[in-house]
T-cell receptor
């Protein structure tokens, strides 16, 4: 059973470009979470999605950031018009349910560098 | 505001020695507490998960304790190995009835040396 997969593992973008980060949850998991980790800081919650629904996006910046989890295919975190401050590691996690009893399994992360 | 604080920030120990990492939290309503190990350049991997009714839980050489009254947890590592070098993150989950949200500590960076 493959774990959570994220791609690309490393992404370099110039200021103003768009970044698309993909996350494929573990088989059988329909709940996906995105987190951001700035250098020397802890992970911060961004958004929680189920298939075709955004459940909680309270951690997502209001502008330039969006996320989706379509019926088919991976979850996508999209950052438009990237700025240097967006440089961070972005982690995706999945779980079989949204209740707190269930473990969240993390992917290896995508390291975004904005030049 | 939910917060998780960990100490020490970093720690260096000799291979074979034991160590204890601390976690204090203010998260409400509390659901469970997890310890994760994060190797450099990797995603966090779960070590233990404890609900408020559990005082201690072990996973091999890792033993976590939880005192829900004082809102403190510790992670004890026995007979440390070089491969234990990593960041150890304390994570507390709340539960609002519809979804849970994790609050992460900033981690303790452990280095095990020869």
């Amino acid at each position: 059973n493959a774990g959570v997969m994220q791609n690309p593992r490393h992404l370099v973008r110039r200021r103003g470009q768009e970044a698309r980060l993909r996350c494929s949850p573990m088989k059988g998991h329909s709940h996906v979470y995105w987190y951001r980790q700035l250098p020397e800081e802890g992970l911060k919650f961004m958004v929680y999605l189920q298939k075709e629904n955004i459940i909680d996006e309270s951690g997502m910046p209001k502008e330039r950031f969006s996320a989706e989890f379509p019926k088919e295919g991976p979850s996508i975190l999209r950052i438009q018009q990237v700025v240097r401050g967006d440089s961070a590691a972005y982690f995706c996690a999945s779980s079989p349910s949204g209740t707190s009893r269930y473990e969240q399994y993390f992917g290896p992360g995508t390291r975004l560098t904005v030049t | 505001k939910n917060q998780v604080e960990q100490s020490p920030q970093s720690l260096i120990i000799l291979e074979g020695k034991n160590c204890t990492l601390q976690c204090n939290y203010t998260v409400s309503p509390f659901s469970n507490l997890r310890w994760y190990k994060q190797d450099t350049g990797r995603g966090p991997v779960s070590l233990t998960i404890m609900t408020f009714s559990e005082n201690t839980k072990s996973n091999g050489r890792y033993t976590a304790t939880l005192d829900a009254d004082t809102k403190q947890s510790s992670l004890h590592i026995t007979a440390s190995q070089l491969s234990d070098s990593a960041s150890y993150i304390c994570v507390v989950s709340d539960w609002t009835g519809t979804a849970s949200k994790l609050t992460f500590g900033t981690g303790t960076r452990l280095q095990v040396t020869l």
